[in-house]
């Protein structure tokens, strides 16, 4: 079975802290994606990689960074965490760019 | 913005056929038509996709009307389980990006 696992389900940090938010998926797939999600808003893309250190940016990629080291993993840094950046941030695998994506179980940060 | 409008909520009774609706009246020749769901505190769960024919596997049925401004999603026999928010989502042949709406809030009842 398809497997993305996230490394943390909730996180708590302060404003101005630097947070990794980490994603693993198990499946070889290439492509690998960051949205966050809010209330009335749906998902929007933060940073999309389709391949190793290779990424492009989504529709709201302000105060995000991403790395892409191995093909597996796919992190997403805060670099100075704010609260507007409090929200379920998911991550998701697919073979290929045009294939069905696979979600991983969110993690719930909040920033305070 | 998304490009499908959906109903709000729906209820359906356990073991019965929960269908539905999606209206996707400005879609292009060369996108897909995708269903997810999302059961509370999880992330999206992908169920099934199609471009014109009517596409079945295990988990449902998707029925794309002749003239692909709507489709129905089918689950034949819903369970408990099958509580969710469920995403129809309209996306470009040849591109990545998903954009997701509100949903309709399923509710299963026994």
């Known amino acids: 079975d398809v497997k993305v696992t996230q490394s943390s389900r909730y996180l708590v940090k302060r404003t101005g802290e630097k947070v990794f938010l980490e994603c693993v998926q198990d499946?070889?797939?290439?492509?690998m994606f960051w949205y966050r999600q809010d209330p009335g808003l749906g998902l929007r893309l933060i940073y999309f990689?389709?391949?190793?250190?290779?990424?492009e940016k989504g529709d709201i990629p302000e105060g995000y960074s991403v790395s892409r080291e191995k093909k597996e993993r796919f992190s997403l840094i805060l670099e100075s965490a704010s609260t507007n950046q409090t929200s379920m941030y998911l991550c998701a695998s697919s073979k290929d760019a045009y294939n069905e994506q696979f979600f991983g179980p969110g993690t719930r940060l909040t920033v305070l | 913005d998304a490009k499908t409008t959906q109903p709000p909520s729906m209820d359906c009774a356990e073991g019965r056929a929960a269908n539905l609706p999606c209206n996707h009246s400005t879609i292009s020749g060369n996108e897909y038509v995708y269903w997810y769901r999302q059961i509370h505190s999880q992330g999206p769960q992908y169920i099934i996709h199609?471009?014109?024919n009517n596409e079945t596997n295990e988990m449902a049925s998707l029925i794309i009307t002749e003239d692909r401004k709507s489709s129905t999603l089918i689950l034949p026999h819903a369970t408990l389980r099958d509580t969710a928010v469920y995403y129809c989502?309209?996306?470009?042949?040849?591109?990545?990006?998903?954009?997701f709406g509100t949903g309709t809030r399923l509710k299963v009842l026994a």
């Open positions: 499946m070889d797939h290439e492509n």
């Open positions: 990689s389709y391949d190793v250190k290779m990424k």
């Open positions: 989502i309209v996306r470009p042949s040849g591109t990545y990006k998903y954009i």
């Open positions: 199609g471009l014109k």
